[in-house]
């Protein structure tokens, strides 16, 4: 089955303590990228990587780091967590950008 | 002015009504256009995509773009309580850049 999987769906962590949330997609695409939603606020992007290696920022990118080692895996770090990075985060993938996004089922972060 | 954007809504129809959802995008060079639905605490799921001016139809969906006029909507015809989400416009633009609106949240009343 096509998808794009996320880990973990839920966490509760605190300031400063550093975290990964893994993305990982099965369909072969070339282009992924994350994305945070807050009410109100909508989708905003964070990074995207148009290919292995290839990264770059998005509209919120403070506070985030992203690697592109290998096509299917595109984890997102955060160093220093803070409780204004509490949000719901989206992976997506697609052929490119110009095509629809795959999204995978969210992961619920909360910084205390 | 947004890049990308919607009413938030709510937009209430009863059910099997004609709902319409509208979006305008800033950039005249924008070259691709989807419309997703979101349900509550769910991840967003495609609905259409459109590429060129007039309409495309799939089931009881109807996406309409107007590059002219900077604008892309969508029409769900015989609205269900099933239909009732957030629906996300999202928007490829000439600078290489994927934005999505704030969405509209539609409510089918029985």
């Known amino acids: 089955e096509a998808q794009v999987t996320q880990n973990p769906r839920y966490l509760i962590t605190v300031t400063g303590k550093k975290l990964t949330v893994t993305c990982s997609q099965n369909?072969?695409?070339?282009?992924m990228s994350w994305y945070r939603q807050d009410p109100g606020l909508g989708l905003r992007q964070i990074y995207y990587s148009m290919n292995v290696e290839v990264t770059d920022k998005g509209d919120v990118p403070e506070g985030y780091k992203v690697s592109r080692k290998e096509k299917r895996n595109f984890p997102l770090i955060l160093e220093s967590p803070s409780p204004n990075q509490t949000s719901l985060y989206f992976c997506?993938?697609?052929?490119?950008?110009?095509?629809?996004?795959?999204f995978g089922d969210g992961t619920r972060l909360s910084i205390l | 002015q947004k890049e990308v954007e919607q009413n938030s809504g709510p937009l209430s129809v009863p059910e099997g009504a004609i709902a319409s959802l509208n979006c305008t995008y800033s950039?005249?060079?924008?070259?691709?256009f989807f419309w997703y639905r979101q349900y509550s605490g769910k991840s967003p799921e495609l609905i259409m995509s459109?590429?060129?001016?007039g309409d495309k139809e799939d089931g009881r969906f109807t996406a309409q773009l107007n590059k002219a006029s900077q604008y892309v909507s969508l029409l769900i015809r015989d609205s269900q309580p099933s239909d009732s989400a957030t629906y996300l416009c999202?928007?490829?633009?000439?600078?290489?850049?994927?934005?999505f609106g704030t969405g509209t949240r539609l409510q089918v009343t029985l």
């Open positions: 950039d005249r060079g924008s070259q691709s």
């Open positions: 459109i590429y060129s001016n």
């Open positions: 369909m072969n695409h070339e282009y």
């Open positions: 997506a993938s697609s052929l490119d950008p110009n095509q629809p996004q795959h």
């Open positions: 999202a928007v490829y633009s000439a600078a290489s850049k994927l934005t």
